[in-house]
């Protein structure tokens, strides 16, 4: 019992059925609603989880950390700023997805601000262009993409001189 | 067809290299698959819950009252504020967007809104701490805020 109360996903799912049922207590509809959307969401991504955990996993074992080193590590300079910057705009998903994915990266090597780079420049979405020329129009997309990417090349510069401070939080 | 199966379709693919060129590390990365999959989805779950709740306690008919009559250096915090909070799918940010144009939001806060929506949400925070450590979630965040005041503002003197 101890043990299965120390276990990271029984907190998480024990919290979560909490929650769903004090909102049930508290109003039916609003718990429906919650409910609802959980469930919807999860089958809504669950093919793109399944995908980005297979990538991972063979990412683990092919990749050796010496490719990222070089590509997004302390030495990589303008190419792997020039990369970070620009590559991940074309990546579709939704934050979620990418953080799993970020943290291989990272344990294989990957600088602080190249991660957060990487992050930011996805926020660019190239494949939701048509959504967003259509809603907003051709001028806001292209001087948002614009934006995008000198936006994440100073998140890098920032994070990583974050990232060298000597404390560690995590 | 949808964005995860096309991803979906891929991932078999690679599996299937993987596999015909070296079964045994084929077995490892699948080991590694089932740990990330088992480690993400309760996290994920919790995340759904947080976006359940948001859903359910606020209304797409509020945010726009709230952002639409607000312009200029407020209009673009609030709309940052309200990116944070709300529960959008990235798909789901544009024809909001769009909708919240037509009610009067001007582009400097479509565009701090656009910025925090995708790459904020205070309901995806543990799930970013969970796996980038809590110093990396709470400094990018902060410098994602600050840095997407600053460009929407830009934003909003160029295209108006």
Known sequence: MKHLLKNNAFQYLSLSALIILTVYGLNAEKGMIVTITVYLTFFEILDIMIAVSIFIGLFQVWVKPATIERWL?????????????????????????????????????????????????????APLLPLETKFLGWPFALVRLGFVVIFAFIMGLLMDWVGEKPTKLA | MRAGHIYLAIAVVLLGISFFKERQKTK?????????????????????????????????????????????????????????????????????????????????????????????????????????????????????????????????????
Not at chain 2, 104 to 121: E, H, N, R
Request: charged share 10%.
């Open chain 1, 73 to 125: 590590g302390k030495g990589s300079g303008v190419k792997g700023f020039a990369f970070v910057c620009t590559f991940p705009i074309f990546m579709g998903g939704s934050l979620f997805t990418i953080f799993p994915l970020l943290k291989t990266l990272r344990e294989k090597g990957a600088r602080t601000g190249a991660i957060a780079s990487f992050i930011t420049a996805w926020g660019g979405k």
């Open chain 2, 28 to 160: 490892e990365a699948l080991k590694a698959t089932l740990k990330i999959f088992y480690t993400i989805i309760p996290v994920l779950v919790f995340v759904f819950v947080l976006m359940g709740l948001i859903q359910a306690y606020v209304s797409r008919e509020t945010i726009a009252s709230i952002l639409g009559q607000k312009s200029g250096i407020l209009g673009i915090l609030y709309a940052e504020i309200v990116g944070c909070i709300a529960l959008f799918m990235p798909p789901a940010v544009f024809p909001f967007s769009g909708y919240l144009h037509d009610n009067g939001a001007s582009y400097g806060s479509i565009a701090a809104f656009v910025f925090t929506a995708i790459l904020i949400g205070i309901t995806t925070l543990p799930l970013e701490i969970k796996f980038l450590g809590k110093r990396f979630t709470i400094a990018r965040n902060i410098f994602t805020f600050v840095l997407a005041f600053f460009i929407a503002l830009l934003m909003e003197v160029i295209l108006t």
